[in-house]
């Protein structure tokens, strides 16, 4: 008769799957809890897909720190180290946004990720310069020509107001669609 599976023999040393003292530890206690990257390897590792901005940054690593102060003190590092800049990562966010949304759309924006006033006043008055020219693209790329009834005038404007371009703006091209014989 073979055995009834009551009898096991003992886990040798070469065993890899043989429990070791971490399995026996109380779920609660600090040393049985499951350690993952570091702060600052899980911050490198967000930064290396793509900018971020102190507050996001905060923010996502939040979670995983043990203290407000150890997390700030690795973003202060970050910071030193030139790894993470608020100010690259305006520029980051501007340049993908710029050629499709308007100046208010991506100061907003940024203003959301903790910005700082002085440097969305010197943002918002390099994006204000080229603003016509990329209403313009934006409304040329999307319509082309110019409204040829008031319902249409309005999801002209719609569309355009909802990227961000100031309602003057907005005004100025269908104005000067009209006037360039655009229309029907």
Not at 12 to 29: K, L
Not at 32 to 42: D, F, I, M, N, T
Not at 89 to 94: G, P
Request: proline share 4%; charged share 35%.
């Amino acid at each position: 008769m073979r055995g009834t599976g009551s009898f096991r023999k003992p886990p040798s040393a070469d065993d890899d799957f043989a429990p070791d003292d971490a399995d026996f530890r109380e779920p609660g206690s600090a040393a049985g809890k499951r350690q993952g990257p570091s702060l600052k390897a899980r911050a490198v590792a967000l930064l290396s897909r793509r900018e971020h901005s102190r507050q996001e940054l905060f923010r996502k690593l939040a979670p995983h720190a043990e203290s407000q102060e150890a997390l700030e003190q690795v973003l202060d590092e970050l910071a030193r180290e030139n790894w993470q800049s608020d100010k690259r990562f305006a520029q980051s966010l501007v340049h993908r946004q710029a050629a499709r949304q308007g100046a208010t759309r991506i100061l907003s924006t940024l203003r959301q990720h903790g910005l700082d006033a002085e440097s969305l006043s010197e943002l918002g008055d390099s994006l204000r310069e080229t603003e016509l020219d990329r209403a313009r693209e934006v409304w040329q790329k999307k319509f082309g020509k110019a409204p040829g009834d008031a319902r249409e005038h309005a999801r002209q404007i719609r569309f355009l107001a909802s990227r961000g371009f100031s309602p003057e703006l907005l005004r100025t091209i269908l104005r000067e669609a009209d006037s360039d014989g655009r229309g029907d």
